[in-house]
């Protein structure tokens, strides 16, 4: 079933803020919630709405769907790929609508040792227009947590369960009020919430389990990119918690300009100069392209400004390999220095009338006009 846009599931604008999302997905929320909610498909608008509050709650996330849509986390326009909302952590604002401790199953009902992703890594690159427009391949540096090699990412050496919570990694107690009974688990404070404790705490990464580690990886930069576009390099970023997948690395690409071409989207702009007596006569004139020089044949008369199209000689779109195209704009260059004869030939030239010419047609007879 097609995805509903997610500013439509929280009913907000594409401008709302931050205190505009958190207030509609409160709201929401509150309605659809399994353990609450009598609606009979309240758990699937429930999980909907969760997803949607996961992505536009996230700058960095919002930023791809804005650019991208749905596509950003399918491994769709731009890169990025298969967004699971699962680990996105939700008790903070579900204990502020349900004053939290009442055992409902918020977001997926996650405890603190379940496997969960690695964190995603943002790396700014830089490119040279040619490398943006042809692709290439970068050797990059990261620095990422990785799982300790010391203690394997446990945190310590000598590991046992957990006296208290038996390797849970919660505590559940009773509160009796006046409406009834109710359980509440909070995480237990022997293990932090990893249902284990240990012998010795590991001196490598003081019991945190994770280490930063400095490695260089290969990227091919595919051929289209442009400024603000992301590259999604899956698992290369943090290791995963108790087990999980390691994180994803993007890549946001910012293309310096050319000298002498001008990007817009998939075209290409070129300013070329001719002089003013190649302008009156037309020429043949060798224009650079991107895949080599061509002949162009520029007709007496021209203009500055005056545009020509060159069909597919622009830039491959990253997605479907479709070349934009090309536009050469003339731009007729006046000398600054004469020599005598070419002054001789200007002197002659200025004598043309230019009443004679369609375009200025009277218009001497309207400066005159307008003499006071």
């Known amino acids: 079933m097609e995805k509903r846009d997610y500013y439509e599931v929280l009913g907000i604008s594409k401008n709302a803020d931050d205190k505009e999302i958190k ?10 919630h399994p353990d609450v909610s009598k ?3 309240a758990e699937a608008k429930f999980k909907e709405v969760q997803e949607a509050y996961a992505v536009l709650s996230d700058p960095d996330k919002r930023r791809q769907y804005d650019q991208f849509g749905h596509a950003a986390f399918q491994g769709g326009a731009g890169g990025a790929g298969g967004f699971d909302f699962s680990d996105f952590d939700f008790s903070d604002i579900f204990g502020d609508i349900f004053g939290g401790g009442f055992g409902f199953n918020f977001g997926g009902g996650r405890s603190s040792n379940r496997p969960r992703k690695g964190n995603d890594s943002l790396i700014h690159i830089n490119l040279t227009f040619e490398e943006a427009v042809f692709g290439c391949e970068k050797e990059l540096q990261l620095n990422v947590m990785e799982d300790c090699h010391e203690c394997h990412g446990l945190g310590g050496h000598g590991e046992h369960t957990c006296s208290r919570c038996h390797g849970t990694g919660s505590v559940s107690t009773e509160q009796r009020t006046m409406f009834g009974t109710f359980m509440s688990k909070t995480t237990c ?17 003081h019991g945190k389990g994770k280490e930063k580690v400095n490695k260089t990886i290969s990227v091919k930069v595919p051929a289209g990119v442009d400024t603000g576009n992301q590259l999604r390099i899956p698992g290369k970023g943090e290791s995963g918690i108790n087990g999980g997948p390691n994180g994803d690395v993007y890549l946001e690409f910012t293309v310096k300009e050319h ?3 001008i990007r817009d989207d998939n075209d290409i702009y ?14 043949k004139k060798e224009i650079p392209t991107l895949t080599g020089n061509v002949v162009l044949t520029i007709p007496a008369g021209s203009d500055t400004n005056d545009k020509h199209r060159l069909k597919g000689k622009g830039i491959k779109d990253v997605n479907t390999k479709r070349a934009g195209d090309m536009y050469v704009l003339i731009n007729v260059i006046t000398p600054k220095k004469l ?10 030239l200025a004598k043309t009338k230019l009443d004679e010419t369609v375009e200025f047609k009277n218009f001497d007879k309207f400066v005159k006009q307008n003499e006071k």
Request: hydrophobic residues 30%.
């Open 270 to 283: 070129l300013r070329v100069p001719i002089t003013m007596a190649e302008a009156a006569l037309g020429c």
């Open 339 to 348: 020599s005598k004869e070419q002054k001789k030939l200007f002197e002659q």
């Open 39 to 41: 609606e009979p498909d």
């Open 189 to 205: 404070s022997t293990c932090n919430g990893t249902g284990h404790t240990f012998d010795r705490t590991c001196t490598n990464c």
């Open 259 to 261: 000298e002498y071409f």
């Open 23 to 32: 207030s509609a997905f409160r709201k929401l929320a509150k309605k659809y």
